[in-house]
C-alpha cells in the first residue's frame, strides 16, 4: 500500500516535516507501505509529480496515486491559499482519501467541549469575546490566547497586583516580556499587541508543581485501523524557569506523568492519571463528532491544579513530536494504521461518506486519475 504525506513546496522542494517523512518511508518499509511526499502546486500540475526518499535526497518523479493522503502542511497560511482547496478538490475527484482536514481553532475546540456538560466543567473559565479593559477590571488572572496560535506563541498572561497596578507578560517566538502599570496602559496593550488576530481569554489556573515548576500533560491519540480511537501515549511537560508554557522548544522539559504525581499528590496520583486520561478520551470523542467522525487524529493538552483537580485546556490536529521512546514509534505505526481506516471510511481528505462538501474556490478542471503504482 501507498502512504502520499502532504506538506508545502518551495522553489521546487519540498516544504514540512522531512524528517517525520523520512521516519515514515523507513516504518513503513518494515510494513510493506510505500511513503511519498505531494504538495499542492505538484498535484495539480499538469504532470501531477511527488518526492520519493531515496536514502539520500527527496528525489522528484511522477505521482502515480495513493492508497492515503496524510495531510501535514506546515502552517495555517498556507491552508488558507487557494492552491491548498484546489488540491483538496484535486484529491475528491481522484477518490483519494485521508485525514488531518486542517489546523483547529482554539474557539472552536472550546465551543465544542462546552457543549458537553461534563466537559464544560472540565474547561477553565473562558470569554470567546472580550473587550480588555472590562477584562481586566475584573481582577482575575488571565490567559490571552490567539485562535490561530500554536506552542504558546503570543499568549499573554495578565492580572492585578495592587489596587491601581496590572501586571502582564507576553511571548513572542520563545522569548517572554513583561510590564506593568495602570488599568488603561494595561488594556491598551492588550488592544494593540491583540489587533488585527481573534485572541480569547480564560481564567488562569494554579498547577501543580514538580519540583518548584508548574506542569501539565500531552497525550496522543490516533484511530486505528477500526475507526477506534486508540491512547498511543501521555507525557508530562514541565515549564522552564519564568517561562510562560511548558512546551519544550520554549524551554520547558520533560517528565514522567507518574514521578510529576506522586511528587505531587502521593497515593491520588493513579487516580488522578485515570481522570486525566478519561477526560482526555471524551475530548477527543467529542471534538470528532463535532467534525463528522472525520478527525483521524490529535494530540489533547490537559492539567491539573494543586487540589487534583483535572482541567481541559487545548487540542491540537497536527500534534507534535513527542520525544519519549515508547511514544514516538507507536505514533509512526499508528500512523499506517489510521490509513487503513481513512482509506476504508473516507472518500476526501478528512470527508465522510455522504458528508457535505464545503464550497470550493479555485477549483481546478477535472483530470483522470493517476494510474495507480498497484495496476
Known amino acids: 500500500m501507498k502512504l502520499a504525506v502532504l506538506l508545502w513546496e518551495r522553489h521546487r522542494r519540498p516544504l514540512g516535516n522531512l524528517r517525520l517523512c523520512r521516519e515514515l518511508a523507513v516504518a513503513g518499509e518494515k510494513l510493506g507501505w510505500e511513503i511519498s511526499v505531494v504538495t499542492p502546486g505538484g498535484l495539480l500540475h499538469s504532470s501531477p509529480r511527488e518526492y520519493r526518499w531515496n536514502g539520500t535526497n527527496w528525489v522528484m518523479r511522477p505521482f502515480r496515486g495513493a492508497d492515503a493522503v496524510y495531510n501535514r502542511v506546515p502552517h495555517r497560511r498556507f491552508e488558507a491559499q487557494p ?4 488540491a483538496l478538490e484535486q484529491l475528491r ?19 465544542s467541549w462546552l457543549a458537553r456538560p461534563d466537559l464544560a466543567k ?5 470569554q470567546l469575546d472580550f473587550e480588555p479593559y472590562q477584562l481586566m477590571s475584573e481582577g482575575d488572572r488571565w490567559l490571552l490566547k490567539p485562535c490561530d496560535g500554536r506552542a504558546g506563541e503570543g499568549i499573554i498572561e495578565v492580572h492585578r497586583v495592587s489596587q491601581n497596578t496590572w501586571a502582564w507578560r507576553w511571548q513572542r517566538r520563545g522569548r517572554v516580556s513583561k510590564d506593568r502599570g495602570s488599568l488603561e496602559r494595561c488594556s491598551a496593550f492588550v488592544r494593540r499587541y491583540t489587533r488585527g488576530r481573534h485572541y480569547l481569554a480564560q481564567r488562569q489556573i494554579a498547577l501543580a508543581t514538580w519540583r518548584g515548576h508548574p506542569f501539565d500533560f500531552r497525550t496522543l491519540w490516533q484511530k486505528d485501523s477500526a475507526g477506534r ?36 499528590f502521593g497515593t491520588r496520583a493513579e487516580e488522578i492519571l485515570d481522570e486525566v486520561l478519561k477526560t482526555a478520551a471524551s475530548a477527543v470523542a467529542q471534538l470528532d463528532r463535532s467534525q463528522a467522525g472525520r478527525l483521524g487524529e490529535m494530540s489533547i493538552d490537559l492539567g491539573c491544579d494543586r487540589e487534583g483537580n483535572v482541567w481541559l485546556f487545548e487540542a491540537n490536529a497536527k500534534p507534535m513530536r513527542f520525544d519519549e521512546p515508547e511514544i514516538h514509534p507507536a505514533y509512526l505505526d499508528g500512523v499506517f494504521e489510521t490509513a487503513r481506516w481513512a482509506k476504508g471510511h473516507l472518500t476526501g481528505l478528512g470527508e465522510s461518506e455522504g458528508a457535505n462538501r464545503p464550497p470550493v474556490s479555485g477549483r481546478p478542471a477535472a483530470r483522470g486519475v493517476p494510474r495507480s503504482i498497484r495496476d
Not at 492552491?83 to 484546489?86: G, P, Q, R, T, Y
Not at 475527484?93 to 475546540?109: A, C, E, M, R, Y
Request: glycine fraction near 14%; charge should be positive; charged fraction near 20%.
Open 83 to 86: 492552491s491548498f482547496f484546489s
Open 93 to 111: 475527484l481522484w477518490g483519494t482519501p485521508g485525514w488531518n482536514p486542517g489546523f483547529f481553532s482554539k474557539d472552536q475546540v472550546i465551543r
Open 122 to 126: 472540565r474547561v477553565p473559565g473562558t
Open 229 to 264: 480511537w486508540r491512547l498511543r501515549g501521555v507525557g508530562a511537560r514541565v515549564a522552564g524557569r519564568d517561562r510562560m508554557t511548558t512546551h519544550v522548544p520554549w524551554g520547558g522539559r520533560i517528565a514522567h506523568p507518574h514521578q510529576t504525581l506522586e511528587d505531587s
